[in-house]
């Protein structure tokens, strides 16, 4: 294949996947009919989903709430059109408040601007599929015997 070609071909999956990167990807799930979402979140066991365009962040909210003589507690992950970063660290890509309301609720919010906000970082399958073109583009014009020891 030669390397206009493979520039081409770059520039047409780089140009489907623009839209891709701009929607943030976020764990949705509500502990209250499952379990599972509660901490502590396993992630391997849970699809990320790709949030609607206009929400920039992904959020994690902890109600707590005191009824029937007992404390209860309930995690809710979802995608945010909205949220509050620390205003003091612009670098922050997260950032937790609480807020008290009336009779016995609690309730914590964190927002984050990074795909799986519960997830440790990995290399994306993505991130390989839109590099791999471009490596194989750089490569095809280095002539690599040259490189090789004798």
């Not at 379990?35 to 962040?57: L, Q, R, S």
């Not at 014009?141 to 040259?146: K, L, S, T, V």
Request: proline share 4%; with cysteine; net charge neutral.
């Amino acid at each position: 294949m030669d390397s206009r070609a493979i520039c081409l071909l770059s520039l047409i999956v780089v140009g489907f996947s623009i839209h891709i990167a701009y929607s943030i990807q976020c764990y949705q799930c509500n502990s209250y009919d499952d379990p599972g979402c509660a901490d502590f979140f396993d992630n391997k066991t849970y699809v990320i989903h790709a949030c609607p365009e206009d929400a920039k962040y992904c959020r994690k909210v902890v109600q707590q709430a005191y009824y029937e003589g007992e404390w209860h507690m309930r995690f809710i992950r979802q995608c945010a059109k909205e949220g509050e970063l620390d205003a003091t660290n612009p670098r922050q890509d997260w950032s937790c408040y609480d807020k008290l309301g009336t009779y016995r609720v609690k309730v914590k919010y964190c927002h984050c601007r990074v795909d799986g906000c519960n997830s440790a970082p990995t290399l994306s399958s993505k991130t390989i599929l839109l590099g791999l073109p471009f490596l194989l583009a750089i490569f095809s014009h280095i002539d690599i015997r040259g490189l090789l020891p004798v």
